[in-house]
């Protein structure tokens, strides 16, 4: 998609017209975008009409390491999105444009997964995209199943959007995401969402926290990956992100990798034991998620990192780096992330 932004503290209505801040993002593309950075083998796909819009959108990520592959749909639009930044009670605000986009109506005849799969380990799908349209949403579901018969490892981060799913007028939109979002969830091993996203998509509700005024009972988490590993028998790995928001500006951030194997979850970050989340100061909060879910794919697929108790720390570390960066792309280096992962938060001059 691309994305035009206002400058923190102004609202759309009051800048228009006049100037836009314009970018490129999108769940798919951010992860894609992050694990490039890293320095992991990643294949974008995608269904985007000619023209320089895509150009520009292919040329950018293709410059930060990733492989494009992109099904040209004459006449359909680009996917566009504006973003206005929350501050202090304020929270930030995103109205979409994706009616007719290239891929709300690409069906799965247009892409060429078997021979996408061949020299893939792991596919990675959001729910953003089944939110798009009925032909979108089946695509994936087609997706995820014949990645299984290939033997790959599917991820999913669940994203719930509820200016998205409305593509059936007789259905709700979380009713119309619980209809279809567990016909993709029973093809996949890792699973992530934060709590909104795990009860509107597939009504598993953690029972205490309400991160919206700040509170994060960090044990019903568990209790929560615990269900959907009951739920859902295939699933090898739960992931959430943990945010308690003092205000647009202030968040506490942390993570939760449940192993399904060993019935372990593992919280992060973590100081003398116990869980105890990054305060962050918020610039851009926007494709912070994305961040979590390509940082622990890059972890879990490290030799390095892949434990699972590590590979969320380094997952919570990256996804809190990029909520200090403009954009929806996280700019962080994988040598960043280490270092913030080992406790250096101080902030400190690199000369």
């Known amino acids: 998609m691309l994305r035009l932004g206002v400058p923190k503290g102004y609202r759309l209505e009051q800048v228009l017209p006049g100037t836009l801040y314009a970018s490129f993002g999108g769940s798919e593309a951010n992860v894609a975008a992050l694990l490039a950075r890293f320095g992991t083998a990643v294949h974008y796909v995608t269904a985007l009409p000619p023209g320089p819009l895509t150009n520009a959108f292919v040329r950018e990520l293709r410059g930060l390491g990733a492989r494009v592959t992109v099904r040209e749909t004459p006449g359909r639009r680009f996917g566009l999105y504006f973003v206005e930044h929350g501050v202090g009670p304020r929270g930030s605000s995103v109205v979409y444009d994706r009616d007719g986009s290239g891929v709300a ?90 709590e909104s996203d795990f009860s509107d998509a597939l009504a598993i509700v953690p029972k205490h926290s309400v991160p919206e005024v700040d509170i994060i009972h960090a044990p019903d988490y568990e209790k929560m990956a615990i269900k959907a590993s009951k739920a859902f028998p295939n699933l090898k790995y739960i992931a959430s992100s943990l945010r308690a928001s003092t205000s647009a500006d202030i968040n506490g951030w942390g993570g939760m990798l449940y192993d399904v194997k060993l019935q372990q979850a593992y919280f992060a970050p973590m100081k003398n034991g116990k869980y105890q989340p990054y305060e962050l100061m918020v610039i851009d909060r926007f494709g912070a998620g994305d961040s979590f879910a390509g940082g622990l794919i890059h972890a879990l697929f490290s030799r390095d990192m892949s434990e699972s108790e590590t590979a969320l720390a380094f997952a919570v570390a990256a996804s809190a780096l990029k909520h200090t960066l403009y954009g929806d792309y996280n700019f962080a280096s994988r040598e960043e992330v280490m270092k913030l992962m080992q406790g250096d938060q101080a902030g400190r001059v690199q000369r």
């Open 105 to 194: 109506e690409s069906g799965l005849d247009g892409y060429e997964f078997d021979g996408l799969f061949t020299d893939a380990e792991v596919l990675h799908v959001t729910g953003i995209t089944p939110a798009l349209s009925k032909t979108a949403c089946e695509t994936v579901v087609q997706a995820v199943k014949m990645a299984k018969k290939n033997g790959i490892f599917v991820s999913c981060d669940l994203n719930y959007r509820a200016k998205l799913w409305r593509w059936d007028e007789r259905k709700k939109g979380v009713d119309l995401a619980r209809k279809w979002m567990p016909q993709i969830v029973e093809h996949v091993d890792l699973l992530i969402g934060n």
